[in-house]
């Protein structure tokens, strides 16, 4: 089955940068995005970024673009966030989770990801 673990998560002072992998295996479809989700304590889950497979057309959440980068390797096996310009309320559990089929106003909607990660904390400290 679709498994997706991710890694790269830490403390890191204001101003800083963290690389966020998310490893992913078992899929038998090439049409797919995964996405990065985030959840700051008491917080609802919030879109953050996704790549859709197999166009690799990119998507951020509203104010992240330009901060985050999200990318893959040439296999698709590994799907990156590059988050730059940390700041104390970016600290979150940040998840990759996969969407199947995705359409375009779909891919920032949580409940069509249907395998999640168990998520990377990330610390921004002030």
């Known amino acids: 089955q679709v498994q997706l673990v991710e890694s790269g998560g830490g403390l890191v002072q204001t101003g800083g940068s963290l690389r966020l992998s998310c490893t992913t295996s078992?899929?038998?479809?090439?049409?797919?995005?995964v996405g990065w989700f985030r959840q700051a304590p008491g917080q609802e889950h919030e879109f953050v970024a996704a790549i859709r497979r197999p166009n690799g057309a990119t998507y951020y959440g509203d104010s992240l673009k330009g901060r985050f980068i999200v990318s893959r390797d040439n296999t698709w096996n590994t799907i990156y966030l590059q988050m730059n310009s940390l700041k104390p309320e970016d600290t979150a559990i940040y998840f990759c989770?996969?969407?199947?089929?995705?359409?375009?106003?779909?891919?920032?909607?949580?409940?069509?990801?249907?395998?999640w990660g168990q998520g990377t904390q990330v610390t921004v400290s002030s």
């Open positions: 078992g899929h038998t479809s090439t049409s797919y995005a």
């Open positions: 989770a996969r969407q199947l089929n995705p359409i375009s106003s779909t891919i920032r909607a949580k409940y069509r990801y249907d395998v």
